[in-house]
């Protein structure tokens, strides 16, 4: 995320609603830590609710994905499943780099919110697994096809096993005081990985 105007009020927002709940989040909470006027606020997100919308948008479903691995048709399974790590640890380092010590308890406290006061939540939180598995079927697939790793009946399962251990390790970071343990992360999809390679 760059730095206009607007890009920090989002980034700071989000500090707020990860911290306090969305209906706790004052114009004047949003003042102190922006430096902006409330109707400067208004200017660029028009309403408080706007406000919580993008910040959603931006920081739940646009970081720390598989679609964010570049290259994905052109890398082994194994190097996806890395790149994929990394990704986990760049975005562990720009939520420090902003405050935010623990990524996952940040996240899980404005994602129970956007349930309540984001219209799309559940939609858009679908859409996001859906893409999840569809990269991940294909990676596995050109894993197969390559022989890079056995046969499977179902790819969609493998698919799952990979997903759900992310979300899974992601979930227990809530407790840690950094967040998501990216080395147990990385042990773990490598066990995967190693029971079906060649």
Known sequence: MSNTTKERLIRE???????????????????????????????HVKTKENLFNDVIHYFIFQTVTAASVENKDKIT????????????????????EIGISNINLAKLN?????????????????KWIKEQYTIFEK???????????KPVADIH??????????????????????GIDV????DNLLLIYNMLSN
């Open 183 to 186: 080395n147990k992360l990385e």
């Open 110 to 126: 404005i994602e129970s919110q956007g349930f309540y006061f984001y219209p799309k939540m559940k939609e858009e939180s679908e």
């Open 13 to 43: 927002a989000f500090k707020l609603f990860a911290s306090k709940p969305y209906d706790q989040v004052t114009f004047a909470d949003l003042e102190k830590v922006t430096n902006l006027s409330r109707g400067a606020i208004l200017y």
């Open 157 to 178: 399962c493998i698919a799952s096993l990979f997903i759900d251990l992310y979300l899974g390790i992601s979930y227990s970071g809530i407790i840690r005081e950094n």
């Open 139 to 149: 990676v596995i697939e050109q894993a197969i096809v390559k022989c890079e790793i």
């Open 77 to 96: 399974l194994k190097e996806f499943l890395m790149a994929c790590v990394d990704e986990c640890k760049k975005g562990v380092k720009k939520m420090a």
